[in-house]
């Protein structure tokens, strides 16, 4: 150590969560022997958000800023999420959907300093140890992916550590939770990604990826070390592929705190939309023919809380299932088809429902809008244009106000684009999408916003929820009751011409009621201490973390 130091210099200027950079005091700068370590002039938090929101705006693409905003989160968490908290809507699509798909494609190369924990395949023996080398003993909540489905670009193998620590950034952000208490996680089980493999600066375990018997193997050693080490932690799983997807949530649902956010926070925050649009159409969901263009993980989770919530307002199981109608690439799913999972076969229709349409194959997505009285129709497809003139013109023909929602991401990959069912409906439809988009355009009044079903209006007011109330488990209840509190918050409720979803600017407003319904649910479920909603919104506030020096 040199003479004079305190040996406290260097650490806390690089300590992301102690640091404060030029807005250490005098005091402060003597008390850690940062004297001369840093210029004279004392900033304020609100002075360096304005100089970092300047350095973001001169860089010329937004792959530079989301790089930057990244480095900047590694200096200095505190600034990083003071400075996202200044411009939400602006900086959401910089950290997360949809520049993060550029960031976890170019991973490797712009790689610069670890974040989280990444378990590869070939140290499986010793994956307790590696949870234990984490940054921080006490975690409230894990994001693990394994990199195979990421967004709507595919395999990324190692380069899928993005999304978690995106995701993580918005528990923080609009949750509240402290962010020494996330880990991001990458289950690296391989790549099938060609390009991957034959780049020399790929960081991952260059390796084909490994069969699923080994696989679910592995997955069980990694839940079991989490039991082990972090018992409590709520764990969620994101951007696995389908066939993966829902064994996995299948399997440990009931064993920890756990959900699938591709899965269930999909289902939630399109539940939440359409509690808003169906009341704008003066009907109720269990009213409504529902199709779903889409048959993978996302797709079916999104049909299956549709139907819960339908028997929550009175229909039966069976009459419920009878309204929901899912198409996949090959056409309708029936009863007949021998290709369907479980959860898939859940929802396949007998072909006596069809018989009569006269067809000689299975009915696609036209046929059926032509053959049946759709009041919504969903894409979670990955199809670019699915959702044509002549289909949205048929569905319109037959309802007043026809709910629209092509839901796939990227903006790439989306069914249809809002201001062409805008423009077929003449005004008249209801539209969310999963990707943004800009505005539709009126002739006389305001432009109207278009809502984005991101999921970030769903889980970080769940991990706030389970932290808060202590919850031991996430159920299907608490997510829906995550839905009716967000379409309860829909602008369009007090204004038809709205958006049927909250602005990103209250976002974090919105989260704190999500949040308590959430607790609330989890206490009548019996998966949380009994607790007033008092103590619940005390709790919830009292969680939440401040980015504030």
Known sequence: MAAGGTGDEGVILDDPMR??????????????????????????????????????????????RYVYLRSLQDRNEHLFYSVLAADVPTALPLVYTPTVAEGCKRFSELWRRPRGLYLAWP?????????????HADVDVIVVTDGQRILGIGDQGVGGMGIPVGKLSLY???????????????????????????????????????????YFTFVEDFVAAVEAELPDVLLQWEDFATPHAAPILARYRDRLLTFNDDIQGTAAVALGALQGATEVAGSRLADQQVVMLGAGSAGIGVMEMVRQEMVDQGLSADDARARCWVVDVRGLLTTDRDDLSDDQQ?????????????????????????????????????????????????????????????????????EARPADVDAW????ALIATGSPFPPLAREHGDDVPVAQCNNVYIFPAVGLAVTAARATRVTDAMMRAAARALGNASPALKDPTAPLLPAW????????????????????DGVAPQASDDELRAAVRATRWDPAY
């Open 505 to 524: 600017a209250d976002v974090r407003d919105v989260a704190d009621d999500i949040a308590l319904a959430v607790a609330r649910q989890a206490v009548a």
């Open 346 to 414: 859940a929802f396949a229709h007998d072909p006596a429902d069809v018989a009569d349409w006269g067809l000689d194959g299975l009915p696609g997505l036209a046929d059926v809008v032509e053959h049946v009285t759709v009041g919504v129709l969903l894409g979670l497809s990955t199809a670019q244009g699915a959702f044509t003139e002549d289909i949205v013109r048929t569905m319109a023909a037959k309802v007043d106000r026809p709910i629209v929602f092509p839901l796939s991401n990227p903006t790439s990959n989306a």
């Open 123 to 135: 140290d499986r023996h010793d994956l307790r140890e590696m949870l234990r080398n984490r940054p």
């Open 19 to 64: 640091t404060k950079g030029t807005a250490f005091t005098a005091e402060e700068r003597t008390e850690h022997g940062l004297r001369g370590l840093l210029p004279y002039a004392v900033t304020t938090l609100d002075e360096q958000v304005r100089r970092c929101w300047g350095e973001v705006t001169r860089q010329s693409t937004d792959l530079q």
């Open 172 to 214: 923080t952000l609009i949750g509240g939770i402290d962010p020494a208490r996330t880990l991001p996680i990458l289950l690296d089980v391989g790549t099938d990604n060609a390009d991957l493999l034959d780049d020399p600066f790929y960081l991952g375990w260059r390796h084909r990826r490994i069969d699923d018997d080994d």
């Open 425 to 428: 409906t003449d005004g008249r």
